[in-house]
């Protein structure tokens, strides 16, 4: 059965934490559902785990819609959120509209989030109002990293605390069904969980939010030197990922791989067409199992006949 906002709010009134993870393409979205997230953020965060850039703000609409399309391939039946990246909704109401319902028309995806509080509330309730929900993103909101001069914790003075909550409480009234909370205080986002009816998705925000969300990249450990405080790596593909390629490229380079049973041969009356490959196996560049293939081939080089094997491997 396929999730919605409903199933979404259900679980924060009745208390039950909701899972959510960022998600880029086909086979991660599919392996996540599988496990059991709740919701999947395609987030814009691409940018930065997939891109290599060192903000969100490249991205476009179109390589949003290009991620989204595959994640929701992978998880035809998560609820899935793809993020409006930077400048696509900030511009205009109109602007907004036009790009939130190109995302929903385009990819299958459930619901928008875009950053920002009581200043994007208008655009937020716009939005609501011809049927796409939106998902708010306040606190450490990545698309401002340079008005917030860096990565840095929000809400840890009364003042900004107090902004957040507007923020928060105007996004809520807007018609926004839910609200990440992105590295603020856990006593604020505790507040904040208490006093809102919609639930409130943290990252970096502590425990006491109705949900959690993370980064993929982050908690399956695939970057060795960014390690976020905020996550906890469950694995470490990073390694796991390096090891094996650095053993394919061992068995490559020392003949160990392919061997014959990795690919196709003829059938056993045109065995005898298939040549030895002398050289290189006097070489000593086959391993042990090709040489004992090539040995078993009843012909040599010289008798191979290029045109009578052509119409048999063509078959
Ligand atoms: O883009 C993203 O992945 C996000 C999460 C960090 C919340 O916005």
Same mark, same amino acid.
Request: with cysteine.
């Given at each position: 059965?396929?999730?919605?906002?409903?199933?979404?709010?259900?679980? *924060?009134?009745?208390?039950?934490?909701?899972?959510?993870?960022?998600?880029? +393409?086909?086979? /991660?979205?599919? &392996?996540? $559902?599988?496990?059991?997230? +709740?919701?999947?953020?395609?987030?814009?965060?691409? =940018?930065?785990? !997939?891109?290599?850039?060192?903000?969100?703000?490249?991205?476009? %609409?179109?390589?949003? !819609?290009?991620?989204?399309?595959?994640?929701?391939?992978?998880?035809?039946?998560?609820? !899935? @959120?793809?993020?409006?990246?930077?400048?696509?909704?900030?511009?205009?109401?109109?602007?907004? &509209?036009?790009? #939130?319902?190109?995302?929903?028309?385009?990819?299958?995806?459930?619901?928008? *989030? &875009?950053? =920002?509080?009581?200043?994007?509330?208008?655009?937020?309730?716009?939005?609501?109002?011809?049927?796409?929900?939106?998902?708010?993103?306040? =606190?450490?909101?990545?698309? /401002?990293?340079?008005?917030?001069?860096?990565?840095? $914790?929000? =809400?840890?003075?009364?003042?900004?605390?107090?902004?957040?909550?507007?923020?928060?409480?105007? %996004?809520?009234?807007?018609?926004?069904?839910?609200? @990440?909370?992105?590295?603020?205080?856990?006593?604020?986002?505790?507040?904040?969980?208490?006093?809102?009816?919609?639930?409130?998705?943290?990252?970096?925000?502590?425990?006491?939010?109705?949900?959690?969300?993370?980064?993929?990249?982050?908690? %399956?450990?695939?970057?060795?030197?960014?390690?976020? *405080?905020?996550?906890?790596?469950?694995?470490?593909?990073?390694?796991?990922?390096?090891?094996?390629?650095?053993?394919?490229? +061992?068995?490559?380079? #020392?003949?160990?791989?392919?061997?014959?049973?990795?690919?196709?041969?003829?059938?056993?009356?045109?065995?005898?067409?298939?040549?030895?490959?002398?050289?290189?196996? $006097?070489?000593?560049?086959?391993?042990?199992?090709?040489?004992?293939?090539?040995?078993?081939? *009843?012909?040599?080089?010289?008798?191979?006949?290029?045109?009578?094997?052509?119409?048999?491997? $063509?078959?």
């Amino acid at each position: 059965m396929k999730t919605t906002i409903r199933h979404i709010q259900q679980k *924060k009134e009745q208390g039950e934490p909701i899972v959510m993870l960022t998600a880029y +393409d086909y086979i /991660s979205a599919q &392996l996540s $559902a599988r496990a059991g997230v +709740d919701m999947l953020l395609v987030g814009d965060s691409l =940018g930065m785990v !997939i891109q290599g850039h060192k903000t969100t703000l490249p991205v476009t %609409l179109e390589e949003m !819609i290009y991620h989204t399309r595959a994640v929701v391939r992978g998880a035809p039946d998560t609820f !899935i @959120v793809a993020d409006l990246p930077f400048m696509t909704y900030q511009i205009s109401v109109q602007q907004a &509209l036009e790009n #939130a319902g190109r995302v929903m028309q385009e990819t299958g995806a459930q619901a928008v *989030k &875009l950053e =920002g509080g009581a200043h994007m509330a208008e655009t937020v309730r716009r939005i609501v109002q011809v049927g796409i929900p939106v998902m708010g993103h306040i =606190g450490l909101t990545p698309q /401002s990293v340079n008005q917030l001069g860096g990565w840095r $914790a929000q =809400g840890r003075t009364s003042g900004e605390a107090e902004k957040l909550r507007v923020d928060a409480h105007s %996004l809520a009234e807007a018609g926004a069904f839910a609200i @990440v909370l992105e590295l603020i205080p856990a006593e604020l986002a505790a507040v904040l969980t208490a006093e809102l009816s919609i639930p409130t998705i943290g990252i970096g925000a502590g425990p006491y939010c109705d949900g959690q969300v993370q980064v993929l990249h982050d908690i %399956l450990g695939l970057f060795e030197s960014f390690q976020p *405080k905020h996550a906890r790596r469950y694995a470490e593909l990073g390694h796991a990922i390096q090891e094996a390629v650095g053993q394919y490229c +061992d068995d490559v380079r #020392a003949h160990e791989f392919p061997t014959s049973e990795h690919a196709p041969h003829l059938s056993t009356d045109l065995a005898a067409l298939y040549a030895p490959m002398p050289a290189l196996a $006097a070489q000593g560049t086959t391993n042990s199992e090709n040489q004992d293939h090539y040995s078993q081939s *009843k012909i040599s080089v010289d008798q191979l006949n290029p045109s009578a094997l052509r119409p048999a491997l $063509a078959e």
